[in-house]
């Protein structure tokens, strides 16, 4: 039996959280001397992008304090590390910010390790934001093209007529441009640097890659470090997932003749134009994002973060945990305490459904 409630009335807030957490790791104490609690009991360890760190902390609280005779554990290890520890074995799942591939025999290697192909699920949708702390800048307008020019190291000063074209109200300061990426294998970046490829090439020459490719720029471990970069710099930018810029200034990003902010509901509009990528398992619920639409209202550079499950595992106990996690982590709860505690988007309903009905073929060998 699972014992997961999907719809309960309260979600818990970001104030809430720790205390939750806290209480959850109480409980399980006190399940394990009395015996009392939910039907789910064990420990299940996953780990992989530092961007879903927010949204795992409150899934981890709901589904804990829904079966207190549980513990998950997730280690933010980022994306690359999340892939690498469930295609080991080390992780029952992961979450990734970029789906598996063979281009270094993951989705091979994934295979072999679960005896069929894995299962790939979006578990939410999440703005990448282009986050900035400018001396006497509130707000920024940025091209494609720029945004690429000043990661590229081609565009290196605050007053650079690119950046002055597109925010003629702006007071920019004539000051260097501190550009912060990220030093560790990172989904983020994969994304960052693959809407970059597509929109801006030739002003972005290095294509998409998850480790990044110039020397130029300070480098900062994880989404965390990144951000506490950019707020503790001068004249600074960098990206994140935008559920962790906190106070950070978030750039506008010009799409067709408009310019958009990185909201969660602007987010979740591209999967509504992008197509699935082809000629996958039908397990692989991944898509192939549509960066160069010009639809009114999208933010074009997201994150699509992934969850990777086997469908058959040796014991029974960790795929009851799995499929138990999981089915939380899709369930209208899930959904909107993602949502209340890290700023991300809600999947929609039919592809919340979708998934659910991979995550119910979960089994034991």
């Known amino acids: 039996m699972i014992s997961t409630s999907l719809r309960r009335a309260a979600v818990p807030g970001v ?192 294509g998409e890659v998850e480790e990044w490719p110039l020397k130029a720029g300070e480098a900062a471990n994880q989404t965390s470090g990144v951000v506490t970069a950019v707020g503790n710099g001068r004249n600074s930018i960098g990206y994140a997932d935008a559920s962790q810029a906190g106070d950070l200034g978030r750039a506008k990003v010009q799409v067709g003749d408009d310019f958009v902010g990185p909201t969660a509901e602007a987010a979740a509009k591209i999967l509504e134009v992008s197509p699935r990528v082809k000629d996958r398992d039908p397990h692989s619920m991944v898509f192939d994002l549509d960066y160069e639409t010009d639809e009114a209202g999208v933010y074009p550079i997201v994150l699509t973060s992934y969850l990777m499950a086997c469908g058959t595992y040796e014991d029974a106990e960790t795929a009851e945990l799995v499929k138990g996690y999981l089915t939380y982590i899709l369930s209208d709860e899930g959904q909107a305490t993602a949502q209340e505690n890290a700023g991300s988007a809600p999947l929609a309903p039919a592809l919340a459904e979708e998934a659910q009905g991979y995550v119910d073929e979960i089994t034991a060998g």
């Open 15 to 206: 104030a809430a959280l720790a205390l939750a957490l806290s209480a959850c790791g109480a409980a399980n104490e006190q399940a394990t001397a009395d015996g009392e609690g939910g039907g789910l009991s064990g420990t299940l360890n996953g780990g992989g992008a530092s961007s879903q760190e927010a949204a795992q902390n409150a899934w981890r609280a709901g589904f804990q304090q829904d079966n207190p005779k549980v513990t998950v554990n997730y280690d933010p290890t980022g994306s690359g590390g999340g892939r690498e520890g469930f295609v080991s074995g080390g992780f029952a799942f992961a979450g990734s910010d970029s789906y598996l591939n063979d281009d270094d025999g993951e989705l091979t290697a994934a295979t072999e390790r679960c005896t069929t192909p894995p299962i790939e699920i979006p578990d939410y949708v999440s703005p990448i934001a282009v986050i900035f702390n400018v001396d006497g800048v509130d707000e920024l307008n940025l091209t494609p093209e720029t945004i690429a020019g000043i990661f590229n190291n081609e565009i290196t000063r605050w007053d650079d007529p690119a950046i002055a074209e597109t925010n003629p109200d702006a007071d920019l300061p004539d000051a260097a441009i501190s550009a912060v990426h990220r030093s560790d294998e990172s989904g983020t970046t994969g994304n960052f640097t693959h809407y970059l490829s597509v929109v801006a090439p030739d002003a972005w020459p290095h």
